[in-house]
T-cell receptor
Framework: GQSLEQPSEVTAVEGAIVQINCTYQ??????LSWYQQHDGGAPTFLSY????GLEETGRFSSFLSRSDSYGYLLLQELQMKDSASYFC????????????FGPGTRLSVLP | DVKVTQSSRYLVKRTGEKVFLECVQDMDHENMFWYRQDPGLGLRLIYFSYDVKMKEKGDIPEGYSVSREKKERFSLILESASTNQTSMYLCASSFRSHHGQGFGSGTRLTVV
């Protein structure tokens, strides 16, 4: 079977740093993606990690440890507009870009 | 930017009706996907396609079918709609994993 676990909710204040964790147990693993979704909006792609380590893109960074079946999304210098749901997703097949999504983490950024 | 267009934003159908949800992408992507999204469950893959006329079952294909006759268009069909198919349906397309999937705005389907 496939299972991904994320915290259901995280709250932080503007300017802070927050880390959203994702642990997975899947039948295959070819990479970990992160998506952001604002209320009423479509998910938007943030990052993809195929190899262990940290990838940085502006205020957002994503980390992967394949040996621990674990990854995280790090958001720095939080802004109000970062309030959204964040989903991790594991690529489970080596063709067709088939991903299994986690249940999502709702991030609330307070002033 | 990837543009993925879903034909309807809101849809209300009766139990037992055959329902068609249409999705079109403009980026010449090989891969297209249909998900449903329910609170607390994230996005669950219904079907995906990695080429014209090719389709693969996702995690929850029961009660659904798909059609991909042209590269840019991927249709989801509910053969006989039921109330437990009330959900948000999201279409996506992608070229490669590191580019991510581009999503449409979604269709909120209510079956009464």
């Amino acid at each position: 079977g496939q299972s991904l676990e994320q915290p259901s909710e995280v709250t932080a204040v503007e300017g802070a740093i927050v880390q959203i964790n994702c642990t997975y147990q899947t039948s295959g693993f070819y990479g970990l993606s992160w998506y952001q979704q604002h209320d009423g909006g479509a998910p938007t792609f943030l990052s993809y990690n195929a190899l262990d380590g940290l990838e940085e893109t502006g205020r957002f960074s994503s980390f992967l440890s394949r040996s621990d079946s674990y990854g995280y999304l790090l958001l720095q210098e939080l802004q109000m507009k970062d309030s959204a749901s964040y989903f991790c997703a594991v690529r489970v097949l080596n063709y067709g870009q088939n991903f299994v999504f986690g249940p999502g983490t709702r991030l609330s950024v307070l002033p | 930017d990837v543009k993925v267009t879903q034909s309807s934003r809101y849809l209300v159908k009766r139990t037992g009706e055959k329902v068609f949800l249409e999705c079109v992408q403009d980026m010449d992507h090989e891969n297209m996907f249909w998900y449903r999204q329910d609170p607390g469950l994230g996005l669950r893959l219904i079907y995906f396609s990695y080429d014209v006329k090719m389709k693969e079952k996702g995690d929850i294909p029961e009660g659904y079918s798909v059609s991909r006759e042209k590269k840019e268009r991927f249709s989801l069909i509910l053969e006989s709609a039921s109330t437990n198919q009330t959900s948000m349906y999201l279409c996506a397309s992608s070229f490669r994993s590191h580019h991510g999937q581009g999503f449409g705005s979604g269709t909120r389907l209510t079956v009464v």
